[in-house]
């Protein structure tokens, strides 16, 4: 995930400015203060000129993003981002995304009334943990309730925390430890049949490119544009819910000759926000391709893959990020997504959600978030 750029965009039917491409930060070095450019790539141009959101917020007194929807027990839950503002510049790591901790929303119906149970999980009451709270997920399993977090540790690399409860709403119990063998962010867990499948990973300031050795390496340079792109992980969790089964395996995406995606189609190859949704017993792997800010998704035959991209779910949304999650409530299907109309800033945003639909033929027709 990155950041980007502030925009003025008044509420609806108004012009979109980007104001600058760039952002500044002040070094103090021996008394002499310098001014350091910070690149930070542009968030998408957005034409709002006599156009609408298609969704309202489901709350706006907080900002929440990377919304991870599950019904439990009939009842609608999300687990969101809680974005926070903060003073820390934007850069191209996320490093002004600076949350530090998780409020589950819920809902009886859609279109009523939704609840924000408070906080569920704090940085503080985890104990490996530094800073920067991202995107989590949750899943149930006999009447306990686990929530996925990825934090970046105290020597700031990400890995991946489970905490538990009794309600799905938490408050939540972190583990002393982030789940071994984890890496990297952007949790999300399928339930299929009896088994659980833990995806995980995200490039940039996710860390992805600094594991490819199989080691942390602060270094390591993403593929040249003409080589296979990195990959998202997968690992099926053990019966506890807090441990990995297997060690995590890369998940193919193909292109539809059987190809892999290269890096340099960057509308294409994967970015962060994996999510896997099953319908008529197909997989559907959907993700973010960050820097072209679509939601994509690609089709398999099982959890592992390989999925076969096959096109785009969500166009742009307001803001650099773009993270849904895909669920059905009440025999239809929602996309859950978010983003920046409300506050006007890349890193504080809304989650909203809106119907889906499946074509016959297995496809998804794509979303437009303003109309
Ligand atoms: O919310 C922080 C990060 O922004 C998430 O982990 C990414 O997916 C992006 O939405």
Known sequence: MITNLKYSSSLLG??????????????????????????????????????????????SHIYTADPSAHVFNDKLYIYPSHDIVTDVPMDN??????????????????????TD????????DVPWAGRQMWAPDAAQKDGKYYLYFPVKDKKDIFAIGVASSDSPVG???????????????????????????????????????NWQSGKYDPNAVE???????LKPLIAKLN????????????????YKDGTPILAGDHEKRFFEAAWVHKYNDKYYFSYSTGDTHLIAYAI???????????????????????????????GQWYLFYHDSLLSGETHLRTVKMTPLTHNADGTIQTINAYK
Do not use: R
């Open 171 to 209: 408050p939540f119990k972190a583990e002393e430890k982030p789940i071994a063998g984890t890496f990297s962010m952007d949790p999300s867990v399928l339930q299929d049949e009896e088994n659980y499948y833990l995806y995980f990973g995200g490039i940039w300031g996710g860390q992805l490119q």
């Open 300 to 330: 398999g035959d099982n959890p592992y893959g390989p999925f076969t991209y096959e096109g785009v779910i969500l166009n742009p949304v307001v803001g650099w990020t773009n993270h849904h999650s895909i669920t059905k409530f009440k």
């Open 117 to 124: 149970h408070g906080v569920a999980l704090d940085v503080k």
């Open 14 to 59: 108004a012009a979109f400015f980007l104001i600058a491409s760039c952002n500044t930060k002040n070094k103090n070095t021996n008394n002499v203060v310098a001014t350091e450019v910070v690149e930070v790539d542009p968030e998408p141009e957005i034409d709002l000129n006599n156009k609408k959101p298609i969704s309202s917020p489901l709350v």
């Open 239 to 254: 019966s506890d819910m807090k441990s990995l089964a297997d060690a995590p395996k890369k998940i193919d995406l193909l």
């Open 93 to 114: 790591e996320g490093n002004h995304f600076a949350m530090k901790d998780y409020h589950i929303l819920s809902m009886d119906e859609v279109g009523g009334k939704v």
């Open 223 to 229: 593929p040249k544009d003409n080589e296979p792109a």
